[in-house]
């Protein structure tokens, strides 16, 4: 099982960016995804998930308004679109493939991380 995040890069601050995550290995439509972040120096958060059925997404606070989860099936992929960024946007983002939730220990598969930088 594998998840591959992509998409990461450097962006200047009000700009935009898509993040990917593609998966092999798993029937993704089964799974909700989520993605998180971790900003320098700080713990791993949440970002944004959406449910299995394309029903339902969560945003952290921080985020909404800005970044919109989708989900693609039939190519086994999930998007954040990332509008608005903002310098504490930097960050690796992770994706995950789960239980819908906030908490990590929703989510059983991991992708490895893909490095956004939000500076002028």
């Known amino acids: 099982v594998q998840l591959q995040a992509s998409g990461g890069g450097l962006v200047q601050p009000g700009g935009s960016l898509r993040l990917s995550c593609a998966a092999s290995?798993?029937?993704?439509?089964?799974?909700?995804v989520g993605w998180y972040r971790q900003r320098p120096g700080n713990e791993r958060e949440f970002v944004a998930a959406i449910s299995r059925n394309l029903g339902t997404t969560v945003y952290a606070d921080s985020v909404k308004g800005r970044f919109t989860i989708s989900r693609d099936n039939a190519k086994n992929t999930v998007y954040l679109q990332m509008r608005s960024l903002k310098p504490q946007d930097t960050a690796v983002y992770y994706c995950a493939a789960g239980l819908l939730g906030r908490t990590e220990s929703a989510y059983e598969y991991w992708g490895q991380g893909t490095l956004v930088t939000v500076s002028s």
């Open positions: 290995g798993i029937i993704f439509v089964g799974k909700a």
